[in-house]
């Protein structure tokens, strides 16, 4: 018989930067989803690590001023959104207040720095990528987001954060998994979707059944998805009629007449909407354009490199995966932008000195702006030397980690730059994630 997790009632004194209300019990620290500063909640802990417990909550009373109804009904059991319980304008202060402590934290005073107002304009909806845990129970399979604190899946039968074209395939996998003789070695699927198409990738640990097969066949057909087999890594994406590669997805940035392809497996972000906002005030942080030599460092797929070509910049992308490269090659060459905007392979983090934008005996000097877009771990150790090798006047930097945005903006302001303008943009509501931009000026 399995233990039954411990409830307890506990007064939250303060909100997270995770999206957790903090509380003690014995003197030792609790962290508890759908709580907030000052309320009384009953904790029903669930985990306990290196001396933390983690708890659901459930609200008792002395409810916080900003408290509200959950759009979601599986919240806070399901483990895909942390903040469902705040309301929106509460998020994006919270988010905001989040940044300034990091910023405190490496002597920046926030209070000093030009803020721009939070941006957030889509609240549900939006997510157009997910990985999905799958678990077989009997003659069940849960398809969806682990359980807070927990590797168990829950129990979902739509989702508020998804697109509501891909919530829609829950229920129709939660019926189909069932079927398969390898149901039990179907760990995990996972969702992209472009403008115009939904991919989705099922990993599997045993081969398929011939009648497997048939019946993944019969799902795509009706779902009108391409669905994709993975027996191992993301190279061993076969589709599930003709075993061919992957077909590349396609997303719209119709302010400059863009279409930018995407693998399924590739990184793009995942809030349409906030992306095309949020390329329209790099694009303006980046004005005057015309001439411009721009260096995209973590360039990707050409995200924002190929809005700045298109209006007018000499762009130089470079980023690790070739596979990204050579797909913001050929969006460049779909986009006729093949001479205004041309990509490399680097492994930035082990790259000490930047490469020439123009041409190989020009000096790196060259570069007019820097556009910034790392993965959390931040821009790498060696940005100091980036910047001392560089006469640039302008760095971008996108950032999907408080933390490690505030470590380079100090090492950015110690290079001789200032702050022209800092701030939040809400690519991920009702979670605890949060993109930052920052613009310095030499």
Request: hydrophobic share 40%; glycine share 8%; charged share 20%.
């Amino acid at each position: 018989m399995s233990k039954q997790p411990t409830e307890v009632e506990l007064l939250v004194t303060e909100l997270g930067e995770d999206g957790l209300g903090h509380s003690e019990l014995n003197e030792r620290p609790v962290w508890v989803r759908n709580a907030l500063p000052g309320e009384t909640v009953k904790a029903r802990i669930l985990k306990r690590r290196r001396g933390i417990r983690f708890a659901d909550g459930e609200w008792l009373a002395d409810a916080h001023p900003d408290r509200q109804p959950s759009a979601c009904e599986y919240f806070p059991r399901c483990g895909g959104c942390s903040l469902h319980h705040l309301s929106y304008a509460a998020q994006l202060r919270h988010k905001e207040a989040g940044l300034h402590k990091q910023l405190a934290r490496v002597g920046i005073e926030p209070d000093s720095l030009p803020w721009r107002k939070p941006v957030g304009e889509v609240r549900l909806g939006y997510r157009r990528k997910a990985r999905l845990g799958v678990r077989a129970l009997g003659d069940r399979v849960l398809v969806g987001f682990r359980e807070s604190f927990s590797s168990r899946v829950a129990q979902i039968s739509h989702c508020q954060t998804l697109t509501p074209e891909l919530s829609r395939l829950l229920v129709p996998l939660q019926q189909l998994l069932p079927q398969l003789s390898i149901a039990d070695a179907v760990p995990q699927i996972e969702f992209a979707q472009g403008d115009l198409d939904i991919c989705v990738m099922l990993r599997h640990l045993k081969p398929l059944s011939d009648a497997d097969l048939g019946l993944l066949q019969d799902f795509a057909r009706q779902q009108r998805v391409e669905l994709l087999l993975q027996s191992k890594g993301y190279d061993s994406l076969a589709n599930v009629f003709n075993q061919a590669p992957p077909q590349h997805l396609t997303y719209q940035l119709q302010d400059y007449g863009l279409t930018l392809g995407f693998f399924p497996d590739q990184f793009i972000q995942v809030n349409t909407r906030m992306n095309r906002e949020l390329v329209s005030t790099v694009m303006g942080y980046l004005h005057p354009l015309p001439g411009l030599k721009l260096l995209d460092l973590f360039c990707g797929v050409g995200n924002f490199s190929l809005p700045a070509a298109r209006l007018g910049a000499q762009v130089y992308g470079l980023e690790f995966s070739d596979a990204a490269v050579a797909m913001a090659e050929v969006n460049a060459a779909r986009n006729r932008l093949g001479g205004k905007a041309r990509f490399g392979v680097a492994d930035l983090y082990s790259t000490e000195s930047l490469p020439n934008v123009s041409s190989q005996s020009e000096a790196s000097s060259a570069y007019d702006a820097l556009l910034l877009d790392p993965p959390r771990s931040g821009a790498g150790p060696h940005l100091a030397n980036w910047l001392a090798q560089t006469k640039l006047s302008r760095i971008v930097y996108v950032s999907c980690n408080p933390a490690t945005f505030a470590d380079d903006a100090k090492i950015i302001l110690d290079a001789g730059f200032s702050f022209q303008e800092v701030g939040v943009y809400d690519l991920f509501p009702q979670t605890a994630h949060v993109e930052t931009i920052g613009v310095f000026q030499r």
